[in-house]
Nanobody, 117 residues
Framework: QVQLVESGGGLVQPGGSLRLSCTAS????????MGWYRQGPGKERELVAL???????NFDGSVKGRFTLSRDNGNNTVYLQMNSLKPEDTAVYYC???????????WGQGTQVTVSS
C-alpha cells in the first residue's frame, strides 16, 4: 500500500506565496507520475501540476508562470511552489501518485489553501 502525506497549506493574502509538499511511502513503482489536483468550493477536482519521474512537468494554464513543481525521486517527494496567489486559487489541494498506465492511483488526504485578504 502507498501513503501520501501532505503539508504546507494555510491562509495567505492575495499576491502571497505558499509551498506544498507531499511525500509518498510504501511500495512505489517507477516510473510514475506525481503531482497535485485541487477542488475549489462548488467545483470539480481539477489538475494543477504533474511531474513524471523523468522530471517532465505539466501545468494547468491557470497556474503557468505562477506555480512551479519539483520532485525529489530519492525521497519520493514533490514540492509545489505557489507564487502570486489569487483568491480563485482557494481550494483543497490533493497530492496524487499514479502509474503511467493508471494501474494504481493514490490520493493524499488534502490540504486547504485559502487566499483572502
Amino acid at each position: 500500500q502507498v501513503q501520501l502525506v501532505e503539508s504546507g497549506g494555510g491562509l495567505v493574502q492575495p499576491g502571497g506565496s505558499l509551498r506544498l509538499s507531499c511525500t509518498a511511502s510504501g511500495s512505489i513503482a517507477s516510473p510514475n507520475v506525481m503531482g497535485w489536483y485541487r477542488q475549489g468550493p462548488g467545483k470539480e477536482r481539477e489538475l494543477v501540476a504533474l511531474a513524471h519521474t523523468s522530471g517532465n512537468t505539466n501545468f494547468d494554464g491557470s497556474v503557468k508562470g505562477r506555480f512551479t513543481l519539483s520532485r525529489d525521486n530519492g525521497n519520493n517527494t514533490v514540492y509545489l511552489q505557489m507564487n502570486s496567489l489569487k483568491p480563485e486559487d482557494t481550494a483543497v489541494y490533493y497530492c496524487n501518485l499514479r502509474s503511467l498506465t493508471w494501474k494504481y492511483n493514490y490520493w493524499g488526504q488534502g490540504t486547504q489553501v485559502t487566499v483572502s485578504s
